[in-house]
């Protein structure tokens, strides 16, 4: 079946520092990708929708400068936590459709900010 | 504007007993409904969808669901549980096979020897 890859899966490092999560996908053409933030014990929050070629669409509350996300092509999207703090810190999801199949997810990337 | 309730946080079961997760949901236009299971500090992988066309649903690892749209609910089922089949299970609902989805808040199935 279909395959995204998401990577890191675990991340640390100090307060004030990016983090870049890379999201692929390996065996079709992802035209929008997904990014979800779970607390824990929570459910998937949307932070925003991405299509290829296209700015982001962010969700209601989920500061665009703060969360970068860049889907240059077909197979890749990026998020960019910037100037990362302790809040910041989340298990972080994205998820590939395309050509009309359903949402195909990611192994999450757990960040941990000191 | 849509939504899902799961209805129950925790469901704890023994071993080969039978489960029902349930789920309802609430959307002004015809939806598309889904079922996920979460393991550990995974992502989701998909269990059921249902898109239209019959109303019970079979999806993998024996589990299935019922779509009943009076009552607006899509409860998951599973004559037999295994321990292997503790984990976190998502109801979702998407105005079509490929959009944004809005998830329920999880319930957490333990199976107990």
């Known amino acids: 079946g279909a395959v995204v890859s998401q990577h890191p899966s675990w991340v640390i490092c100090k307060s004030g520092t990016s983090v870049k999560i890379e999201c692929r996908s390996l065996d079709f053409q992802a035209t929008t990708m997904f990014w979800y933030r779970q607390f824990p014990k929570q459910s998937l929050m949307l932070m925003a929708t991405?299509?290829?070629?296209?700015?982001?669409?962010?969700e209601q509350g989920v500061e665009k400068d703060k969360f970068l996300i860049n889907h240059a092509s077909l197979t890749l999207s990026t998020l960019t936590v910037t100037s990362a703090h302790p809040e910041d810190s989340s298990f972080y999801i994205c998820?590939?459709?395309?050509?009309?199949?359903?949402?195909?997810f990611g192994d999450g990337t757990r960040l941990s900010i000191l | 504007a849509q939504s899902v309730t799961q209805l129950d946080s925790q469901v704890p079961v023994f071993e080969e007993a039978p489960v029902e997760l349930r789920c309802n949901y609430s959307?002004?236009?015809?939806?598309?409904l889904f079922w996920y299971v979460q393991y550990p500090n995974q992502g989701l992988q998909l269990l059921l969808k249902y898109l239209s066309g019959s109303t019970l649903v079979k999806g993998i690892n024996g589990f299935e669901a019922e779509f009943n749209k009076s009552q607006t609910s899509f409860h998951l089922r599973k004559p037999s549980v295994h321990i292997s089949d503790t984990a976190e299970y998502f109801c979702?609902?998407?105005?079509?096979?490929?959009?944004?989805?809005?998830f329920g808040d999880g319930t957490t199935l333990t199976v107990k020897p």
């Open positions: 959307s002004s236009v015809s939806v598309y």
């Open positions: 979702a609902v998407s105005e079509n096979n490929a959009g944004k989805s809005t």
């Open positions: 998820s590939a459709t395309g050509n009309n199949q359903p949402q195909h």
């Open positions: 991405s299509n290829e070629g296209s700015k982001a669409t962010y």
